[in-house]
């Protein structure tokens, strides 16, 4: 707030004339420029009889001249038979019985679809799932959720080449048509390569481990930096959450680091209880790039192990 008062300050701008002051009815009021057919007068007219108290009556019985019917091409359209219900209606949404099956789908995420969040790819899978027709297993409760669960968050603009999703459905469909299906129904960057049925398993499993191919476009990879980051017993880097910034040992979460060219390495990233860090900040820090730098960084998740 004290960012926009001395903005305020700065420019001579009084807000309290904008907020609290009464207006005039000839003034140019904030909504003048939209056009909804409604009179400015008649606006006047109603302004007035609410200050007043007074009622007005349904326009189905007379018409008030608002400005919305010019009675040429648009009028008044009445049901004079219509009549509503005056009991509640109550819906039951009956459930699909049978055996519940349990599929594991391997998905491969590239441009455009790399630009999806979290949540929008997991959207994109439930509405690509509804078109196919196929009954999905909801949660219970209030607010019934598609039982579909993600091993990982991918960051926003990685692409990859191995990720996971389980989808629990109430019919038993060969792997191979349900892949031919939900392709069909997937944006471009997304297709599924590996359907599985793990109908056994009640938990989805936990990600172990996830692989990286990093290249530095327009820079040398340092070799040192590389060994003095794995022969470290501490590399902290500072994560930034809801609840401020966080210390997280970075030496912990990095399993494996490989140079594989000047401008390429591999990264492999141990998946552990507490927080994690995204892939292209540790390379930031273990390689102390700046923020620009960082524009010319592709990162591309190659595959990953689930226990």
């Not at 904030?30 to 200050?51: F, M, R, T």
């Not at 476009?217 to 340092?222: A, G, L, R």
């Not at 210390?247 to 990264?267: C, F, G, H, M």
């Not at 540790?282 to 990953?304: A, C, V, W």
Request: glycine content about 4%; some cysteine; aromatic content about 8%.
């Amino acid at each position: 707030m004290d960012i926009w008062k001395e903005a305020f300050k700065r420019k001579g701008v009084n807000p309290n004339l904008y907020l609290y002051r009464s207006r005039s009815m000839d003034e140019v009021l904030p909504w003048d420029h939209i056009c909804s057919g409604v009179g400015k007068d008649y606006l006047k007219l109603e302004w007035s009889n609410a200050q007043d108290g007074k009622s007005t009556p349904d326009c189905r019985e007379i018409c008030h001249e608002c400005g919305v019917c010019d009675h040429k091409y648009i009028d008044h359209i009445i049901y004079s038979d219509f009549s509503p219900s005056t009991a509640i209606e109550r819906k039951s949404f009956d459930r699909p019985e049978g055996e519940i099956k349990k599929y594991r789908l391997t998905f491969s995420k590239m441009h455009p679809s790399a630009y999806l969040s979290h949540l929008e790819l997991a959207q994109t899978f439930i509405r690509a799932l509804r078109r196919t027709g196929l009954k999905m297993v909801f949660s219970k409760g209030y607010h019934p959720m598609p039982k579909v669960s993600f091993s990982s968050a991918l960051p926003v603009g990685t692409e990859s080449l191995h990720e996971t999703v389980d989808i629990e459905l109430y019919e038993s469909i060969p792997v191979l048509t349900f892949g031919e299906v939900i392709n069909r129904q997937l944006p471009d960057g997304l297709k599924v390569k590996l359907i599985e049925d793990i109908s056994p398993a009640i938990k989805s499993a936990a990600l172990i481990e996830s692989y990286f191919l990093v290249t530095v476009n327009n820079q040398k990879i340092d070799e040192k930096r590389i060994k003095d980051f794995l022969d470290s017993d501490s590399f902290p880097i500072l994560k930034k959450t809801k609840k401020g910034e966080r210390e997280v040992n970075a030496r912990s979460i990095v399993n494996k680091i490989t140079y594989i060219s000047p401008d390429t390495i591999s990264l492999t990233v141990r998946h552990i209880n507490g927080p994690e860090i995204r892939p292209a900040q540790i390379i930031q820090e273990i390689f102390r790039l700046e923020d620009r730098d960082m524009e010319e960084i592709k990162i591309l998740k190659t595959g990953q192990i689930m226990g």
